[in-house]
């Protein structure tokens, strides 16, 4: 019997490395006890490490993200089940993504799963301010999640707070950003961060994106289950929030004509203060872009979603517009069609924090139908009042390629999106020698009836975005 013991920190690296060298050296899955950390060991185990390896172990590129994902579950078979299927799986006794194998399936929610924590880690974790060390602001937070998510969920962190210091405390493990530099060590002292006025800006924030005549309880529940909301400053006003929803609700219907929604109003008399941007700068035409009235999309949106990325992207990607989710959080491609984007740009070799995203339109064009809102196609008039934006935007980022997603983003750029299913997968090269790869828009995918259809077309749409890494790397 062989006995793995993994770390606590880079669990799924060692893991990585540890069944590679076992599966090479040909030592079955019932041989191997796997652990994390200090639990007890068995006595018979063997921690001698196995023979030296001899031939090459080949996942599916796929295989390999599931497993990650997968590792980072709570589960405490994981690894020896991971480690059993990827001996299957080499010696082709499994199929990958056949759904006909329950352990198989198995994997394949577990992954989900652990992509919905990650998820709910970014969008619950509330950072509080603390004394600085040095001449960076910084922030503590305390959270809680149900699987260890803790080091697959940092870099979103490290990206969306770059310019100062923070440190995050689970119960397991603490991870801190400092001078720009991620790490992570075990959690010593469990003591939740003290409160103070950040809790307010929460508040405040929470109640102004709280929209009484979208009142969904239940989908409410599901989006911030129950067990996130002791450490969230916010929780405590949703109860009175959903009491106070149908009244609000008629005022807003109302005052809906002549007002702009209550919910700009809350984030805009919620935005700090801050230091005007340097002139010039990306930043100085996002704030810009936040107060465009140059069609009438501002007045029913709640706020501009402007482009994203570094100044210096070689790689634009242009959608149609922002959706529902894109207009509450105010960063493009975030809601489901931005989930196929960043899955398939990552299996296409694309990393999202190295493109500039962003759309041809920048306000949420919708319907309101009950308490949903119903996306509409912007007309050409608000296409070609946003192109004013989209060319600044180029302007700024000069990317040496464009990848046009939908017959929106086409047309804005090339003056005409017809024929985008016979154009998708050409070349096509603006006025100004930019070569822009056509492809089809994500939520086209996501519309298609049949799962067999949108794996097929996902399929072609990750070989369009390969392609245009290709014409990246060639292009000069
Ligand atoms: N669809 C788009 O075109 N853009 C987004 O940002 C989100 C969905």
Same mark, same amino acid.
Request: aromatic share 8%; proline share 9%.
């Given at each position: 019997?062989?006995?793995?013991?993994?770390?606590?920190?880079?669990?799924?690296?060692?893991?990585?490395?540890?069944?590679?060298?076992?599966?090479? @050296?040909?030592?079955?899955?019932? /041989?191997?006890?796997?652990? !994390?950390? +200090? $639990?007890? *060991?068995?006595? &018979? %185990?063997? #921690?001698?490490?196995?023979?030296?390896?001899?031939?090459?172990?080949?996942?599916?590129?796929?295989?390999?993200?599931?497993?990650?994902?997968?590792?980072?579950?709570?589960?405490?078979?994981?690894?020896?089940?991971?480690?059993?299927?990827?001996?299957?799986?080499?010696?082709?006794?499994?199929?990958?993504?056949?759904?006909?194998?329950?352990?198989?399936?198995?994997?394949?929610?577990?992954?989900?799963?652990?992509?919905?924590?990650?998820?709910?880690?970014?969008?619950?974790?509330?950072?509080?301010?603390?004394?600085?060390?040095?001449?960076?602001? @910084?922030?503590?937070?305390?959270? /809680?999640?149900?699987?260890? !998510?803790? +080091? $697959?969920? *940092?870099?979103? &962190? %490290?990206? #969306?707070?770059?310019?100062?210091?923070?440190?995050?405390?689970?119960?397991?493990?603490?991870?801190?950003?400092?001078?720009?530099?991620?790490?992570?060590?075990?959690?010593?002292?469990?003591?939740?961060?003290?409160?103070?006025?950040?809790?307010?800006?929460?508040?405040?924030?929470?109640?102004?994106?709280?929209?009484?005549?979208?009142?969904?309880?239940?989908?409410?529940?599901?989006?911030?289950?129950?067990?996130?909301?002791?450490?969230?400053?916010?929780?405590?006003?949703?109860?009175?929030?959903?009491?106070?929803?149908?009244?609000?609700?008629?005022?807003?219907?109302?005052?809906?004509?002549?007002?702009?929604?209550?919910?700009? $109003?809350?984030?805009?008399?919620?935005?700090?203060?801050?230091?005007?941007?340097?002139?010039?700068?990306?930043?100085?035409?996002?704030?810009?872009?936040?107060?465009?009235?140059?069609?009438?999309?501002?007045?029913?949106?709640?706020?501009?979603?402007?482009?994203?990325?570094?100044?210096?992207?070689?790689?634009?990607?242009?959608?149609?517009?922002?959706?529902?989710?894109?207009?509450?959080?105010?960063?493009?491609?975030?809601?489901?069609?931005?989930?196929?984007?960043?899955?398939?740009?990552?299996?296409?070799?694309?990393?999202?924090?190295?493109?500039?995203?962003?759309?041809?339109?920048?306000?949420?064009?919708?319907?309101?139908?009950?308490?949903?809102?119903?996306?509409?196609?912007?007309?050409?008039?608000?296409?070609?009042?946003?192109?004013?934006?989209?060319?600044?935007?180029?302007?700024?980022?000069?990317?040496?390629?464009?990848?046009?997603?939908?017959?929106?983003?086409?047309?804005?750029?090339?003056?005409?999106?017809?024929?985008?299913?016979?154009?998708?997968?050409?070349?096509?090269?603006?006025?100004?020698?930019?070569?822009?790869?056509?492809?089809?828009?994500?939520?086209?995918?996501?519309?298609?009836?049949?799962?067999?259809?949108?794996?097929?077309?996902?399929?072609?749409?990750?070989?369009?975005?390969?392609?245009?890494?290709?014409?990246?790397?060639?292009?000069?």
């Amino acid at each position: 019997m062989h006995e793995v013991v993994l770390p606590r920190i880079g669990t799924v690296p060692a893991w990585r490395r540890e069944a590679r060298a076992l599966a090479q @050296a040909g030592v079955p899955a019932a /041989e191997v006890l796997w652990r !994390v950390g +200090e $639990a007890e *060991a068995d006595l &018979f %185990a063997e #921690r001698a490490p196995p023979a030296a390896a001899t031939r090459q172990i080949r996942l599916p590129r796929e295989a390999v993200a599931t497993f990650e994902a997968a590792l980072c579950h709570a589960d405490p078979e994981r690894f020896a089940r991971a480690y059993a299927m990827l001996l299957r799986l080499d010696a082709g006794e499994l199929r990958w993504g056949d759904r006909t194998d329950p352990p198989m399936r198995r994997l394949l929610a577990q992954e989900k799963t652990v992509h919905r924590e990650i998820h709910k880690m970014h969008a619950f974790v509330r950072f509080r301010e603390v004394p600085p060390d040095g001449p960076r602001r @910084a922030f503590a937070a305390w959270f /809680e999640p149900d699987h260890p !998510v803790e +080091e $697959a969920a *940092a870099p979103f &962190f %490290a990206r #969306r707070f770059g310019d100062m210091d923070w440190v995050i405390v689970t119960p397991e493990v603490t991870t801190r950003f400092v001078d720009g530099t991620l790490s992570f060590t075990e959690t010593v002292s469990r003591e939740r961060p003290p409160p103070d006025a950040t809790e307010d800006l929460w508040r405040t924030y929470y109640a102004g994106i709280f929209n009484p005549a979208r009142l969904m309880p239940k989908a409410m529940q599901a989006e911030m289950p129950k067990r996130y909301w002791k450490n969230l400053p916010e929780a405590a006003l949703i109860p009175a929030l959903i009491r106070g929803a149908e009244q609000r609700a008629r005022d807003m219907q109302a005052a809906a004509p002549t007002e702009p929604p209550a919910r700009r $109003a809350a984030i805009e008399r919620q935005r700090q203060p801050s230091a005007p941007p340097p002139p010039g700068s990306l930043d100085e035409l996002r704030a810009q872009a936040a107060e465009c009235r140059r069609c009438n999309l501002w007045s029913a949106a709640t706020q501009v979603v402007f482009g994203e990325g570094p100044a210096s992207a070689a790689l634009m990607v242009v959608g149609e517009q922002p959706g529902d989710r894109e207009d509450l959080v105010g960063r493009p491609f975030v809601g489901p069609a931005g989930q196929v984007f960043d899955e398939e740009a990552g299996k296409a070799g694309l990393d999202r924090r190295t493109l500039f995203v962003t759309n041809a339109v920048k306000h949420f064009k919708f319907t309101p139908r009950g308490k949903r809102r119903i996306h509409q196609k912007p007309d050409a008039g608000e296409m070609t009042a946003c192109r004013w934006w989209l060319d600044l935007e180029r302007e700024m980022v000069r990317p040496k390629v464009i990848v046009a997603m939908g017959a929106t983003a086409l047309a804005s750029l090339t003056g005409s999106g017809a024929g985008l299913l016979r154009r998708r997968g050409q070349v096509e090269t603006l006025p100004d020698g930019t070569p822009v790869l056509v492809t089809v828009h994500p939520s086209y995918i996501l519309r298609l009836p049949d799962e067999a259809a949108r794996e097929a077309e996902r399929a072609r749409f990750r070989d369009d975005l390969r392609a245009a890494r290709y014409l990246l790397e060639t292009h000069r």
